[in-house]
């Protein structure tokens, strides 16, 4: 079980780990609006990653129906993308922050639609099934013949996946305490482009 465990939390972090528009959107969000919007936002993908990890691990056929919808995946997830973008340049054009730092006017507000969009992303993504279908394929086989292994397994995925966005989110935070209420109003542009840019981006490349 221990065995499981330790290779749930690699393959967590090694799909976890890769900088994307998720990664952005918890860096962003934590300069925003402050430390636990960014671990909603963290635990939004931790939990579609342990979604997959069990289809994955127990040998549901639900991972083989979602690959063959590859094409409207990708274009919910990336017309979710563009939109979250869109709206973060709209911040930035109506003058976000200049009064006051986002986090001490919104406090605790917002965080289940962090947790939601997030888990949209990261369920929508047709590269999240395929890496979980080459990681967890062969270890789930094996896990299979262990009564609860499988189970385990996906403790394993969502604690490691968990962990990285925790480590992503504190080095934000920690950051976040350099960077100027000005700098802050720019990252919503920035981060906004390159979203908005990403998310058109895959949606047409689905599309063509």
Known sequence: MIEELLKGVGVGVAVAAPVGPIGLLCIKRTLADGKASGMASGLGAASADAVYGFMVAAGLAATGILVSYVEPLEIFGGLLIAILGALSIRAFLKGAGAKAKPADAKGGRGLV????????????????ILAFVALVAGIGASAASSPGAAYVLVLGVFAGSALWWLFLVTAASTARSKITQ???RWLDLISGLVLLI???WIALEALA
């Open 182 to 184: 000005s700098a802050t």
């Open 113 to 128: 639609p962090a947790f939601a969009t997030t888990f949209a992303l990261t369920i929508s993504n047709p590269m999240t």
């Open 198 to 200: 990403w998310g058109g």
